[in-house]
């Protein structure tokens, strides 16, 4: 069984940063595929980024890609998503999620079999 605990979220104006962290339990962090999601109220749970076992590849929803950067340091069992340029349209609770099976697909939740708790990103304008 592995644990996600996100941290790091909390309220910042357009145009702020934010460093959201996931720290996870378990010997096997570094061979998973490890993935940001989010979900606003109303709305459905989408993909934010992802990144291969390794940080070898990355991945990004067109939305942010240029503005977030997703990064890992499997010595310390902890994923990150750096969010720069925040926009309102960002606000939503964060997920992280973890994929255990190496599966080629990775951009939807089904895509994963450990989640986080979440955590709330606001961005007022």
């Known amino acids: 069984q592995v644990q996600l605990v996100e941290s790091g979220g909390g309220l910042v104006q357009a145009g702020g940063s934010l460093r959201l962290s996931c720290a996870t339990s378990?010997?096997?962090?570094?061979?998973?595929?490890m993935g940001w999601f989010r979900q606003a109220p109303g709305k459905e749970r989408e993909f934010v980024a992802a990144i291969r076992m390794s940080g070898t590849t990355t991945f990004y929803a067109d939305s942010v890609k240029g503005r977030f950067t997703i990064s890992r340091d499997d010595a310390a069992n902890t994923l990150y998503l750096q969010m720069n340029s925040l926009k309102p349209e960002d606000s939503a609770v964060y997920y992280c999620?973890?994929?255990?099976?190496?599966?080629?697909?990775?951009?939807?939740?089904?895509?994963?079999?450990?989640w986080g708790q979440g955590t709330q990103v606001t961005v007022s304008s």
């Open positions: 999620a973890a994929d255990s099976a190496l599966r080629a697909l990775i951009i939807r939740p089904k895509d994963y079999d450990y």
């Open positions: 378990g010997r096997t962090f570094s061979t998973y595929t």
